[in-house]
């Protein structure tokens, strides 16, 4: 299983700190997600306005603690409407092409009359990805991006294979409030997701909440581990929601949500072998996983 995990978990802690935290629970592999900055602000580690001195101090936290940096999350410093956009983003391109980085995770356009200037935008760059050997992923986050069938969608109007599916199970809950179901919605595409981001969601209050583990809200974890299949093995699974009221919980949790996910890949594994033995007939695998939901 190639888990990274986020630091999303850490966003209270400086970039330094979350490499050493992530480093500790047992992961070489990291998402950057917005970190506590020298200015007290929350921010992407990597934009394109970042300097080269801000860049070598990244490399340097992801070096001293033994990792590598394979996703950044995609803020592009102008909106997809701005004169300069189509400089700006092949210039984060290109920064995280320094950082070794393979995915770019772009979490799409939240105002329906940006969309069509945030689809030109994504054309126009998907070559220059594509030379730099990027993956943009795409995930469940609302607007353009609400369902997978929009995905799909935009997918196929970008027309590069620079630009991929990723999948969030806690956000098709989240976005649904609840009504669409995670499985489903990964089986029915789950051949072209190129990624999956390891989040949970539950109700609280008729609102929903994803600031849970994986395993203890609606997504049934266990199962969609079993769905991937043989890849499980060789799709990346970046760890990004967790519980927890302060850093310490959340480390704790990130931890707890580490091992989880591996006893969810060896009893699918094991389920997987019983099955191809004949034996799926009476059940005992299927029970197996769903019994290790909660």
Not at 58 to 79: I, Q, Y
Not at 221 to 241: T, V
Request: aromatic share 6%; charged share 15%; proline share 5%.
């Amino acid at each position: 299983m190639r888990l990274a995990c986020t630091t999303r978990p850490y966003a209270d802690l400086d970039l330094p700190r979350s490499c050493d935290a992530i480093a500790v629970a047992g992961f070489t592999d990291i998402g950057l997600f917005p970190t506590l900055q020298p200015s007290g602000q929350h921010a992407v580690p990597v934009r394109a306005s970042t300097t080269a001195a801000q860049l070598m101090a990244v490399r340097s936290a992801l070096n001293g603690a033994g990792l590598h940096a394979s996703l950044l999350l995609a803020l592009p410093d102008e909106p997809p409407t701005s004169a300069t956009a189509a400089d700006a983003y092949p210039h984060l391109i290109d920064q995280a092409a320094s950082l070794g980085v393979r995915y770019l995770l772009d979490l799409g356009c939240a105002a329906p009359a940006q969309y069509n200037a945030y689809r030109q935008l994504l054309m126009s760059v998907a070559p220059h990805a594509e030379a730099a050997g990027i993956v943009i992923l795409i995930k469940h986050h609302g607007g353009i991006f609400d369902t997978t069938a929009n995905m799909l969608a935009f997918q196929r109007q970008v027309a590069s294979p620079s630009l991929q599916l990723a999948f969030d199970p806690g956000n098709v809950l989240y976005y649904s409030n609840g009504q669409d179901d995670s499985v489903s919605s990964f089986v029915e595409a789950r051949d072209i997701f190129a990624a999956v981001f390891v989040k949970d969601c539950r109700q609280v209050n008729n609102q929903p909440d994803v600031a849970i583990n994986a395993g203890d809200g609606n997504a049934n974890w266990p199962e969609l581990i079993h769905q991937l299949g043989d890849r499980a093995f060789d799709m990346p699974l970046y760890l990004e929601g967790v519980g927890g009221t302060n850093a310490q919980e959340r480390n704790e949790n990130v931890v707890l949500s580490h091992l989880r996910l591996k006893e969810w890949l060896q009893l699918s594994t094991q389920a997987r072998a019983y099955e191809a033995g004949g034996c799926s007939g009476n059940g005992a695998s299927s029970a197996a996983i769903s019994s290790s939901a909660r």
